[in-house]
């Protein structure tokens, strides 16, 4: 029994080290958010009497941590963050993604994308002017000579051209979701949503529960490596006396042996 337990106390403590390290990796990640491992104990049965010793532990779960990063400037017209809740939404060939990367640029066919070609979504300006907030489309710069691209903090994107002339191609999209820690890593920071998440509410920036959207910028990772170190240092110790654990049961369990053997002989 000891030696289970300690084994699933290596277990444990093994999970946090590696949700750690991954956590310390991603640290320069633009919109990256950080995991935090979860534990729970284990018992050998649900009806336990009072006293009894437990049977180890195990990891609940690798919970995301959805707080707000760190803003920085750059000097991308494109890039954008978003000051407050809410995802950018992406489309991967029709599929649904959310981002809080928001460093985009255009493709050859003049799409807004990311670096995975995945297309930024806007609300597209309907026949009268509105914009149609039903129905998000990909968002392609306009054809013409255009010599400088806006986007204001509630998501308005604005093409100027040569000609002295502007045009509003769209407004930028935001997605939020009751559950946020829920939502299904799919990587390059981005997400999908899950039955946990629940499915994603549309809006703009600027209402309800959703964010201001800050452009010229991007949102840094929201890793603490000062407390992503502490956390690694108390993994790596409990790590070490689980090590422990298992070499003074493994070495229990042979000198038993042993004097079992010496009984017998005698």
């Known amino acids: 029994m000891p ?56 990891t609940s779960r690798i919970a995301q941590q959805q707080t707000q990063g760190n803003i920085r400037f750059t000097d991308n017209a494109l890039d954008a963050a978003i000051g407050g809740g809410g995802y950018f939404v992406l489309s991967d ?22 670096a995975q070609g995945n297309r930024l979504q806007a609300y597209p300006v309907g026949s009268n002017g509105q914009f149609n907030t039903g129905a998000p ?41 009751n559950n946020p820690q829920g ?9 999908a949503e899950s039955p946990t998440s629940g499915p994603a509410r ?25 407390e992503q170190l502490v956390r690694m240092i108390e993994f790596a110790r409990q790590f070490e006396m689980q090590a422990k654990v298992v070499r003074t049961a493994s070495e229990n369990a042979e000198a038993l042996t042993d004097m079992l053997g010496e009984r017998k002989a005698t």
């Open 3 to 58: 030696f289970r337990i300690a084994l699933s106390g290596l277990n444990a403590a093994s999970a946090g080290l590696r949700t750690t390290a991954n956590n310390i990796a991603n640290a320069g990640t633009t919109g990256f958010r950080q995991s935090r491992a979860e534990f729970a104990s284990l018992v050998a049965a649900r009806a336990q009497p009072a006293g009894a010793i437990g049977s180890g532990v195990r």
């Open 93 to 114: 060939g029709g599929s649904r993604l959310y981002t809080r990367a928001g460093e985009f640029g255009v493709d050859a066919e003049g799409y807004v994308v990311n």
């Open 137 to 177: 489309t990909d968002l392609r710069l306009a054809t013409g000579r255009i010599i400088g691209v806006s986007i204001d903090q509630t998501g308005v994107v604005v093409a100027r051209y040569s000609n002295g002339q502007s045009t509003e191609l769209g407004k930028v999209a935001i997605a939020n979701f």
């Open 183 to 191: 939502l299904q890593q799919v990587g390059d920071t981005s997400w």
């Open 202 to 226: 549309l809006g703009e920036a600027g209402t309800a529960s959703f964010g201001l959207i800050q452009t010229g910028a991007i949102e840094s990772s929201n890793v603490d490596l000062t």
